[in-house]
């Protein structure tokens, strides 16, 4: 296939989707009849795989988003902070990015495992001290349930400790960092900018 990106809408067959993720067609053919991609059929019979519904599919299974595909989804970032100032000046540092990044806000926990069920977020920030259940609480349940545990979580708190980091990382963050969140730690996460060498 090209390697121009490929619109959202576009409509692949099994044997191009398969030489986009290098994989036999037979492979994605199944994973449709199991339900796991969504496809539509011709009238003729045949399946075809929406871009945007592949790229979901990659996200849930954390399978890496071939180049043809990036621009195709927009990254759903979801930030939980009990600090409305904060909430509101990284969504300000963001606006450069909102075509490539999708941003819901919530200020608590429970809020937040609420959301993650409907707004299905790539990637999490959570603050740790936030009242009810705190952002290393919150995580450590996002990575107990199956639906969830593939989402990536950045810990933030404005009181680093060794003891918060080695917490957060034990309850499945990828990983802790002081507030303000520095915008290309979030951004690399977000898969939006090249891992440093030797990063």
Same mark, same amino acid.
């Given at each position: 296939m090209p390697e121009q990106n490929l619109d959202a809408e576009r409509l692949l067959t099994s044997h191009e989707v398969g030489a986009l993720l290098q994989v036999n067609p037979s492979s994605v053919k199944k994973w449709v009849?199991?339900?796991?991609?969504?496809?539509?059929r011709t009238p003729g019979g045949h399946?075809?795989?929406?871009?945007?519904?592949?790229?979901?599919?990659l996200h849930r299974h954390a399978m890496p988003i071939p180049r043809p595909l990036v621009g195709a989804s927009k990254q759903r970032l979801l930030v939980v902070d009990d600090? =409305?100032?904060? %909430?509101?000046? +990284?969504?300000?540092? !963001?606006?450069?990015h909102l075509s490539r990044v999708q941003v819901a806000l919530t200020q608590n926990g429970i809020d937040a495992l609420v959301m993650v069920g409907s707004f299905k977020p790539d990637l999490i920030v959570l603050?740790?001290?936030?009242?009810?259940?705190?952002?290393?609480?919150?995580?450590?349940r996002l990575k107990l349930n199956t639906e969830t545990r593939h989402i990536g979580v950045i810990v933030i708190t404005a009181h680093?400790?060794?003891?918060?980091?080695?917490?957060?990382l034990a309850a499945g963050a990828l990983t802790c960092v002081?507030? =303000?969140?520095? %915008?290309?730690? +979030?951004?690399?996460? !977000?898969g939006?900018?090249?891992q440093p060498l030797g990063g």
């Open positions: 009849n199991d339900g796991r991609i969504a496809a539509h399946r075809r795989i929406r871009v945007a519904d592949l790229v979901d599919f600090d =409305p100032v904060a %909430l509101s000046t +990284l969504e300000r540092r !963001l606006k450069p603050d740790v001290y936030m009242p009810d259940l705190d952002g290393i609480e919150v995580c450590r680093l400790t060794k003891l918060i980091e080695d917490d957060a002081s507030k =303000p969140l520095d %915008l290309k730690v +979030l951004l690399t996460h !977000l939006l900018l090249q």
